[in-house]
């Protein structure tokens, strides 16, 4: 994969387009990953020798495709992390959901992750709090779809997929929590906002997917 969609870069970070499909860190698969990816690109854009330092600061699950942002150095690695644990790194997603969304709800739930499943699922007694905020932007009455804007304030596994379909809102395409329709998952971390590590100044992406509902809405 040679054609890497690269929003911003310099000497401390790196912004890129996640596909769908495609590792955030290589496991046991073997399958590329975008570490790998990134690397062999700064190896060969710089002509750099021996190995590439890159930093992985936040994830997204392997079918979701968005921005990622990647610290070149470790300290722009130590100070980005940093950021994802104080909750100032801020993630957009969209979503399709089945349903008829609200105008806007707040979602809180404690979740836990089954290790063995790799599921995650409500749990009152032992799990992590799990927020997030959506506003509805459309809802498409003949498919009965919603396309919804998603802030997540905290980052849990599944946490998006699992508060939406525990809400009777599964996502369209989701195949561990959803219906079970044979299709890509529509989520989309579709904007990241965090503080560049070394000037400080507040950054903003957005990269938008090739959704056909996107075209009923501005954003």
């Known amino acids: ?71 070149k150095t470790s300290k722009a690695a130590s100070r980005l992390s940093e950021e994802v644990r104080n909750n100032f790194v801020h993630k957009n997603y969209l979503a399709i959901v089945h349903g008829q969304t609200l105008d806007s709800e707040v979602l809180i739930d404690k979740i836990s992750k089954d290790e063995k499943t790799n599921n995650s699922y409500i749990d009152l007694e032992n799990g992590k709090e799990s927020i997030l905020m959506y506003k509805t932007l459309y809802y498409d009455k003949s498919k009965d779809l919603s396309l919804v804007d998603v802030d997540l304030k905290t980052g849990r596994h599944h946490q998006i997929r699992l508060q939406m379909a525990n809400r009777g809102y599964p996502l369209y395409g989701d195949q561990r929590y959803g219906l079970g329709e044979k299709a890509q998952i529509a989520l ?32």
């Open 1 to 71: 994969m040679n054609n890497l969609n690269v929003l911003y870069e310099d000497n401390h970070i790196i912004v890129v387009v996640k596909p769908c499909n495609i590792l955030s860190q290589g496991d046991d698969t073997k399958d590329i990953d975008m570490l790998t990816i990134i690397k062999n690109y700064i190896k060969e854009k710089y002509n750099k020798p021996g190995n590439v330092y890159l930093g992985l600061v936040h994830r997204l699950d392997r079918p979701v495709g968005g921005v990622m942002v990647f610290a």
């Open 188 to 219: 989309y971390a579709y904007k990241l906002k965090f503080i560049h590590p070394v000037t400080k100044e507040e950054m903003e992406f957005k990269y938008l997917p090739d959704w056909e509902i996107l075209k009923e809405v501005n954003l």
